[in-house]
């Protein structure tokens, strides 16, 4: 791929903070961590939801559960200056622990699981899988009594075992899973069930009484590689969409290197939890989040709501997502005339049933993003025979009447336990996202 792209985005270096950053980030809640943790080290403040927010120049983020929002108003501008948002999402489809899950069969102790958004379900099975996530205790120093802890399982713990071929001649002409009966892993031997609260309670360090809920989901434990005959993939779990969390984080961090040349935009990250099953939540894409932070920042600034909605009013929001590359083995399954290629470029996705927010304004906005980091643009469009998957991106635009577009990287495999993409694709992609942030004038 032949770029004149941007010097501050290697493309190896690029590839391996990726990996580092997926296999850091085994849930939304330690996605927005080790994004945090990017941004401190370019100077960044974590501010509290239930403080003020600061009424002086700098850089700041806050979390919310497995959600992020980072902004930048180092450039001292006008409170009525518009934004500009790059917005993706921190959850991927996974298996996710049921509150009462302890069982037995047969002498197999086993976990009971709930699917989460849309997995390829046979990816998840006979794969070494590990637990990770939130577990909520009991705390008297935390709001209401109950503090949180995070879960870091990386060894491998689980495994949904699949019947063998001599059980089931037909398994290869069309493999069909049971959600309730197929999917629950194994994790032991004995006839009593397992004590998942007592594993939880040791893991986080607090007494079993304590343990009051958990947000636990199962992982796949195989580390991010690269691999291909250069090394010119990249295999790792949940691409779709920390791909995109890391570009956008890496994205603002060089956005705001070098205020001295900003225009007049407010540059704005927001990593969004829930995406994958609807993001109707208190920390998704359809809640008031994003549009709270954003009036509480021109209010931060000394404006009113006549500043908000001028802010808005010329606020340009890119939607990152990762998106389909046209795949070899089923070419016939793309729309013919816009093939995708996994080391083409950043991708513009359109759809006019708007499963995609993107119209020509902010396609626009879009190609000269990456006409200015020196990367070219690939376009995709669904097969119109086909339903089309969506993104954070229309709902955004609906919660903040900003114009929208959606974008991505392209990719194998979505929604599998563990996917592909091409490893110089990382960095065109924050490129282009960083060029989005501090468009030239």
């Known amino acids: 791929m032949a770029l004149s792209l941007d010097p501050r985005f290697d493309l190896d270096t690029e590839a391996a903070g990726l990996m580092a950053y997926v296999d850091a ?7 927005v961590v080790q994004a945090g943790w990017l941004l401190e080290e370019a100077g960044f403040v974590r501010v509290d939801e239930s403080d003020p927010f600061p009424t002086v120049a700098g850089r ?16 001292q501008l006008a409170p009525s200056s518009p934004f500009r948002v790059v917005a993706a999402h921190t959850d ?8 009462n899950a302890d069982s037995s069969c047969v002498g197999w102790q086993q976990l009971g699981v709930e699917v989460y958004g849309g997995p390829l379900l046979p990816t998840w099975l006979d794969r070494d899988l590990g637990l990770s996530g939130r577990v909520a ?34 398994a290869n002409d069309g493999l069909t899973l049971d959600r309730q009966r197929h ?17 939880l309670s040791e893991q986080v360090g607090v007494a079993r009484r304590d343990v009051l809920g958990w947000d636990v989901m199962t992982h796949d434990t195989q580390p991010s590689a ?7 993939l990249l295999a790792a779990p949940r691409l779709d969409n920390l791909g995109t969390s890391y570009a956008g984080t890496r994205a603002l961090v060089e956005a705001v290197a070098a205020p001295g040349d900003r225009p007049g935009h407010v540059p704005v990250l927001v990593l969004f939890d829930h995406e994958e099953v609807g993001s109707t939540s208190e920390r998704g894409a359809q809640s008031t989040m994003l549009p709270t932070v954003l009036e509480r920042v021109v ?10 909605l001028r802010a808005l009013a010329g606020t340009v929001v890119a939607s990152g997502d990762m998106s389909h590359a046209t795949h070899p083995n089923w070419p016939e399954r793309h729309e013919p005339s816009h093939h995708v290629r996994a080391d083409g470029g950043p991708v513009l996705k359109l ?4 499963r995609y927010a993107s119209d020509a304004m902010g396609a626009g906005a879009f190609r000269l993003a990456c006409e200015q980091a020196g990367t070219p643009m690939q376009t995709y469009i669904h097969r119109t025979d086909l339903p089309c998957g969506s993104t954070v991106g229309p709902m955004t635009a609906a919660v903040t009447g900003a114009l929208t577009v959606d974008v991505g990287a392209p990719m194998l495999s979505m929604h599998s336990c563990r996917e592909l993409m091409a490893a110089h694709a990382v960095a065109p992609y924050a490129a282009a996202l960083a060029a989005f942030l501090v468009p030239a004038r």
């Open 25 to 31: 980030s085994p849930t939304p809640f330690h996605a």
């Open 60 to 75: 700041f983020y806050l979390v919310r559960g497995g959600s992020l929002v980072a902004w930048s108003t180092d450039a």
């Open 92 to 99: 991927s489809p996974n298996l996710r622990l049921k509150a």
């Open 137 to 170: 205790v009991r705390d008297r120093e935390a709001p209401g009594g109950v503090g949180h802890r995070l879960l870091t399982g990386s060894d491998p713990l689980l495994r949904v075992a699949m019947l063998a071929i001599h059980l089931d001649r037909t």
């Open 183 to 199: 999917l629950a892993p194994v994790w032991g031997l004995g006839q009593a069930p397992g004590d998942v609260v007592g594993w």
């Open 226 to 232: 690269r691999l291909g005959r250069s090394g010119d």
């Open 299 to 308: 209010a931060s600034r000394g404006g009113g709501r006549e500043d908000l």
């Open 351 to 354: 759809n006019a049933q708007l």
